[in-house]
């Protein structure tokens, strides 16, 4: 099948979309629902409207653009929100590739069997109530008591952020009545990690993506006067958060090699020159592919936190705040993507992806699958942000082919 994309089109579209929410102290700000975020969606809007693709919005905003009308649909698309200070590839090389994939079956004339529809998921980057929340909206996954409850990383409750907006809590959680029957959902994005780019390799197809799991945790002890107290009297919080930060790594890298662990987040109380930590909060983020390996993480982790609080004479809290499992991509849908990267001859590597994407919830309800380009020296959530022109060729030309092939 001999079509290809326009380069130019879908740089000159790409470099439209991050002239919104555009932060004077580098990279792209545009959560959800920001006025960044209003603009860019009229923006894509108006593209859509232009490509002549059928414009739908559901009750989360997720945005949809569809080619054709009966039967079950060919999903194609990603996210166009950014985290705080974000590159200008995260996401919208996904929906920006999708629309242009459409726009040329369009022009061709394309025969299909079956529709097509770009997407464009609300929140990807969990700046509102965690992660996917357009994606889970639309996959009938949100709970109702999440989203009443959930405060957003703005500090403000969902609801009052949604005020002005056409959006409600209810329209949100009704988002998923309005889903077509879906065949199958394909989602471009950048690696956002170097093994790509380290081995020049310009195309990635996922075969898993890693389940998390986020934690919120503590080691209380004792602050005591800096001075005065012998180190064997201490119950230095930041001591056991140390030691348990390089054991726990430790851990996973020799027991569990392939899967993470980041201690990223770490507050040190009272957090004064010359007082023993008495308590330390952290985050606590581990992932695996495996979904028994994540559960066997998420026990030994916790034994050894409880252990070392015990030697050292403190106490160990945690609780949960987010969790997702781990998906095992179709094996129909990467033999497609796979069959369709030889027959262009892209060199290309199967691969986990370590970070979650839009693509692992919307596995719930269809076959789903995932091409990832390089991004430079693996830099992602940075305005450093930056990838090779050509690879985002490649990766959406394989995009086309993989589409042209599901629908026809
Ligand atoms: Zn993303």
Known sequence: MDIKIDLKRLKDDIEALARFGRDPRGGITRPSFSQADREARDWLKEKINEAGLTLRQDGAGNLFGRLGEEGR???????????????????????????????????????LTKPLEIVSFTDEEGNLVGDFLGSRA??????????????????????????????????????????????????????QGAVLDTEDIPIGIVERIAGKNYRWCSFLG??????????????????????????????????????????????????????????????LDFRSASPETLKALENELLTLAED??????????????????????????LGILQEECQKLSYPLLTMTSGAGHDAQIVSAVAESGMIFIPCIDGISHSPEEMIRWEDLEKGANLLLQALLRLAS
């Open 138 to 191: 639309f996959a009938g996954l949100l709970n109702k008591e999440e989203i009443e409850k959930g405060m957003t990383s703005f500090g403000r409750p969902l609801k009052d952020v949604l005020a002005g907006t056409e959006f409600s809590l209810e329209s949100i959680l009704k988002a998923h009545e309005e889903r077509p029957d879906v065949e199958a959902f394909l989602e471009l994005h950048i690696e």
């Open 73 to 111: 649909t060919v999903l194609v698309g990603s996210h166009i929100d950014t985290v705080i200070n974000g590159g200008k590839f995260d996401g919208s090389v996904g929906v920006l590739a999708g629309l242009e994939c459409l726009r040329r079956i369009k022009e061709e004339g394309w025969r």
């Open 222 to 283: 004792k602050a005591d006067h800096g001075g005065t107290t012998p180190l064997e009297l201490r119950h230095d919080a930041f001591l056991a958060t140390a030691d348990f930060a390089l054991k726990g790594t430790q851990h996973v890298a020799t027991q569990h090699y392939g899967s993470m662990i980041t201690v990223g987040k770490v507050s040190v109380l009272p957090g004064s020159f010359s007082v023993v930590p008495g308590e330390v909060d952290f985050s």
């Open 308 to 333: 070392i609080a015990s030697t050292r004479g403190l106490a160990f809290y945690s609780r949960i705040v987010d969790k997702t499992e781990p998906v095992t991509i179709s094996p129909r849908i």
